[in-house]
């Protein structure tokens, strides 16, 4: 079966520690047939400030390492988890026009500068008014996203709900934003872009139903599955699952990606 983690991080990323060597050894062993590094580029960082220091030097240095040691048995693509992407679009064109780059996915992590630019991980949730002021907030961001075209897959859809909810005991949910869900999920598949299923390194499979459901309603077709590895035991986790419940709501294919091109895989 092919299986493909799309969403993982390296050293190169301010919260990860792991060479993309290890992995890359985690996914051959487990069976995966590809992996794709998306480190961070957060234009805001988790204080709220711009930041444009990015720069893909090390990025470039690990594939350089970890692919003649895969070769033939893992294909390791080169990605990128591009966060804030609304407040620098110039910034982000150019950093997209990287010649080698084969996926982008498209994030908002923090709220916007004209809000304060606070990172919801930073945010102490304490009451529905906390989760609604910020679920409100990220759907605009999410919508200003959906309007650019320097990403490929929205990434965790449900993002908030991790700290809201699984960390914070709340109850948000989605469900008030369904027109404006609608528009985002319009916007992308109108210009042959996707979602994905972010598995939270395996925790958050069930919590993709409604979005899932609602996705397909809008006509989505184009789906990548990723963990969010940030170390490589996590490498993986939860994809399985995904497939089983992508199948189960009807879909048919995962995409992967070529120098930005979506290849639809049939599962
Ligand atoms: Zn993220
Ligand atoms: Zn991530």
């Excluded at 002021?133 to 991790?162: G, K, N, Q, T």
């Amino acid at each position: 079966m092919f299986l493909a983690d799309y969403h993982t991080h390296s050293l190169c990323s301010f919260d990860g520690s792991a060479s993309l060597t290890d992995l890359a050894q985690t996914a051959a062993e487990t069976g995966l047939t590809e992996l794709c590094i998306t480190d961070h580029c957060d234009l805001l960082n988790t204080q709220g400030k711009p930041d444009l220091s990015f720069r893909w030097k090390p990025v470039e240095e690990q594939l350089a390492l970890a692919r003649p040691l895969f070769d033939g048995k893992l294909t390791i693509r080169m990605g990128l988890e591009l966060g804030g992407a609304w407040e620098f679009p110039d910034f982000c064109r150019e950093l997209v026009a990287h010649p080698g780059l084969d996926f982008v996915l498209g994030s908002v992590h923090n709220l916007s500068l004209a809000d304060g630019g606070v990172d919801f991980y930073y945010v102490n949730y304490k009451s529905e008014e906390d989760c609604y002021y910020v679920l409100d907030r990220y759907f605009d961001c999410m919508e200003r996203l959906s309007e650019m075209d320097c990403f490929d897959v929205l990434a965790h859809v449900i993002y908030p709900l991790r700290y809201m909810n699984s960390r914070d005991g709340q109850h948000a949910s989605l469900e008030r934003y369904e027109p404006q869900l609608r528009r985002i999920f319009r916007r992308v598949i109108d210009t042959g872009r996707g979602i994905e299923v972010n598995t939270c390194r395996g925790e958050t499979i069930e919590d993709w139903r409604w979005t899932l459901e609602l996705y397909k309603d809008c006509g989505g077709t184009l789906l990548t599955l990723g963990s969010d590895a940030h170390l490589s035991q996590d490498v993986g986790k939860g994809l399985r699952e995904a497939v089983a419940l992508v199948r189960e709501l009807g879909f048919d294919s995962v995409a992967r990606y070529i120098k930005r091109k979506p290849e639809m895989i049939r599962l």
